[in-house]
Structures are given as C-alpha cells and as structure tokens.
C-alpha cells in the first residue's frame, strides 16, 4: 500500500512538473508575482553574507567567493582588509604575499592576478573609485555579472540584474521559472518575469532561502513558504536535488 502511495505521489509531481513546462507566460508571471511577494514577507530585508563596510571591499570579496564559501572568504577577509586599505593598496600588492592571503579561499593565483589587475585599472581610470555601470565593472579583472550585479545592487542600491549564484541557480530550476543551467541565461530568464524594481531583493531573498530551506540534498519542503507554488515541492529528481526540465 504505502509503495503504490509512493508512485501515486511521484506521478502526480511529474505531471506538475511537466505542467509548468508547459506553462503559458502570463501564469508563469503571476506566479512569479507570488514567489517575490512571499519571499518579501519573509524575508522582508535579505542581507549579503559576504562582511564589507566599502564597494572596494564588497568587490574584492565577491571576486574571493568563486569556489568558495561565503563563511570562509569573511574569515580571510578580516586581516585582509586591516592590511590594504584602499584600491592602491592592493594594486601594489606583493602578488605571492597576497597569494597566501587569499590561499584558503582556492584559486589563489589567478584570484590575486585578478584583485591587482582590477586595482589598478580603478587607479588608472577610476581615481581609486568602483564605478557604478555593468560595462564598466565587468570589464574590470575577475569581474562578471554576478560579482557586478552584487555589487551594483549591494553598495548603490542599483537594479542592473539578478546575482545567479549556485543556489539561484538550483531555486531557480526548482521553482520551474527557467530550464537553464548557464547562469546568464538563467537571470535572464529571472528578469522577464521579475519586475526590476524587485531584482535586487529577489536575488539576495532567494540566496537566503536557498540557505535556510530550500538546501541542495535534503530540501525542507514541509517548512517552505513557496511550497505550493513550487513544482519541485516534496519530489526530488536528480543527483543535485534539481529537476530534469528538459
């Protein structure tokens, strides 16, 4: 009995999901509508994890996360923003001194080619400053969309997009909002269907219930506020707790 409830249980959650695969636009948008509204209620004002007190700052630690845990790049960062100061500071960095700064965060070579190459472009163009447009942040060292939007939107209050980190990327699938894997394609996707003046807490809210709730292997569904607007809620398909949409 209990296995025929099982089956019974997945066959309704495919052909939800295979529902909202199939979902006209306009539903999908007012579904959308919903998700950034339950998400503002419950997390009303979503805060980076990452610890900054200046844009330099915020920059340099998103550039550390890659392949990082947030936790770990604010245990380095702590002694490494008592040493340099200003985007000088680190333009002058000893790069092999600052390699084993950075070392535990991973990818420490190419990390701090990346900071002093960035530094110095803001010297050389910027008087020091972290300039506050898409084109020219990304076109700064170790700098993509999602260290640029993080930083637009986290430091100038600046909706230039959606931060798609690894659990934007999972909830975002997971809420059936896009089929994506590419994270630029993801936000994408995110931005057809939210409203810009909600971007910004939108990434930054869905992070948080990323971490909270809605976690890679186990996720908390009973918990989830987003549960019954949500395809994936209580079926887990796939060995990173995604489900297959294509």
């Known amino acids: ?36 509204q339950y998400l503002r209620r419950t997390y009303p004002n979503p805060v980076i994890a990452l610890e900054f007190t200046t844009p330099l700052q915020l920059l340099v630690a998103v550039i550390l996360s890659a392949q990082c845990t947030d936790v770990r790049v604010n245990i380095v960062t702590k002694e490494l923003f008592r040493k340099y100061r200003t985007a000088k500071e680190f333009a002058n960095a000893n790069r092999l001194e600052l390699e084993q700064e950075i070392h535990s965060t991973g990818f420490y070579k190419s990390k701090a080619k990346n900071i002093i190459s960035c530094c110095q472009t803001l010297i050389e163009r910027y008087g020091g400053e972290v300039p506050q447009t898409m084109k020219e942040l990304t076109a700064l060292a170790g700098v993509g969309r999602k260290t640029a939007n993080c930083v637009l939107g986290g430091c100038f209050n600046i909706p230039s997009g959606i931060v798609v980190d690894t659990h934007v990327r999972r909830l975002a699938n997971r809420l059936g909002l896009t089929d994506q894997d590419d994270p630029e394609k993801i936000e994408a996707d995110l931005m057809k269907f939210i409203p810009k003046k909600d971007w910004i807490h939108f990434g930054n809210a869905l992070i948080q219930h990323g971490r909270k709730v809605c976690v890679a292997r186990k996720p908390l569904c009973a918990e989830c506020v987003l549960k019954d607007l949500c395809p994936s809620a209580f079926t887990i398909v796939g060995r990173s707790g995604a489900p297959t949409y294509k």
Do not use: C, G, Y
């Not at 025929?4 to 509508?33: G, H, W, Y």
């Open 1 to 36: 009995m209990v296995s025929e409830q099982n089956k019974a249980r997945q066959m309704d959650s495919t052909l939800e999901v295979e529902s909202i695969l199939i979902e006209p636009p306009q539903e999908k948008n007012e579904r959308a509508f919903k998700i950034e």
